[in-house]
T-cell receptor
Framework: GAVVSQHPSRVICKSGTSVKIECRSL??????MFWYRQFPKQSLMLMAT?????????EQGVEKDKFLINHASLTLSTLTVTSAHPEDSSFYIC?????????????FGPGTRLLVL | KNEVEQSPQNLTAQEGEFITINCSYS?????LHWLQQHPGGGIVSLFM???GKKKHGRLIATINIQEKHSSLHITASHPRDSAVYIC????????????FGKGTHLIIQP
């Protein structure tokens, strides 16, 4: 149980295009989903927290107009990188938390590697 | 804010050796995660634990809540265990997301 999927696993796009990454909780409902990113040779860092039916909360330094997050259902959150640039090339990973579970309880997707040319 | 320290940063060992990776954190937590990341980036969640010990195959994770410390052990290590191992804990200070260690880069030589 507690499986989280991400799609796509890898994506290569041209500079200026938009890329959408999907995060799905397959066998549980997730009231909260998290988006993290990892630049080369760095730690994973929280980008934003997404609650179903409300606006996402972004961490300092993360542009909300560039990284659009939609959590329209209890099993799906999407991250759209708008007008992607090479510096957005990174590893993006989501996690999902079932309702009424502690802060530390999160189930991870496998991640999406984005390369912007 | 929770500070996470992992040690060692790099570890090279021979096949069959017993491996220990350590993780310390500064703020009390409800759960700690151990993740595995292979070259190419894909993340595999190994353990989520809040007390005691968990075992899965050749992997064992322990946590000491009082000492704010966790260890990941690999018994009978194999070259396919070569990966980066990352621990993660709640960020603390009311933050909802996790804070990650810098990872331990493990290489198991045949």
């Amino acid at each position: 149980g507690a499986v989280v999927s991400q799609h796509p696993s890898r994506v290569i796009c041209k500079s200026g295009t938009s890329v959408k990454i999907e995060c799905r909780s397959l066998d549980f409902q997730a009231t909260t989903m998290f988006w993290y990113r990892q630049f080369p040779k760095q730690s994973l860092m929280l980008m934003a927290t997404s609650n179903e039916g409300s606006k996402a909360t972004y961490e300092q330094g993360v542009e909300k107009d560039k990284f659009l997050i939609n959590h329209a259902s209890l099993t799906l959150s999407t991250l759209t990188v708008t007008s992607a640039h090479p510096e957005d090339s990174s590893f993006y990973i989501c996690s999902a938390r079932p309702p009424r579970r502690g802060v530390g309880t999160q189930y991870f997707g496998p991640g999406t590697r984005l390369l912007v040319l | 804010k929770n500070e996470v320290e992992q040690s060692p940063q790099n570890l090279t060992a021979q096949e069959g050796e017993f491996i220990t990776i350590n993780c310390s954190y500064s703020v009390g937590i409800s759960a700690l995660h151990w993740l595995q990341q292979h070259p190419g980036g894909g993340i595999v969640s190994l353990f989520m634990l809040s007390s005691g010990k968990k075992k899965h195959g050749r992997l064992i994770a322990t946590i000491n809540i009082q000492e704010k410390h966790s260890s990941l052990h690999i018994t009978a290590s194999h070259p396919r265990d070569s990966a980066v191992y990352i621990c993660a804990v709640p960020g603390g200070g009311g933050a909802d997301g996790l804070t990650f260690g810098k990872g331990t880069h493990l290489i198991i030589q045949p």
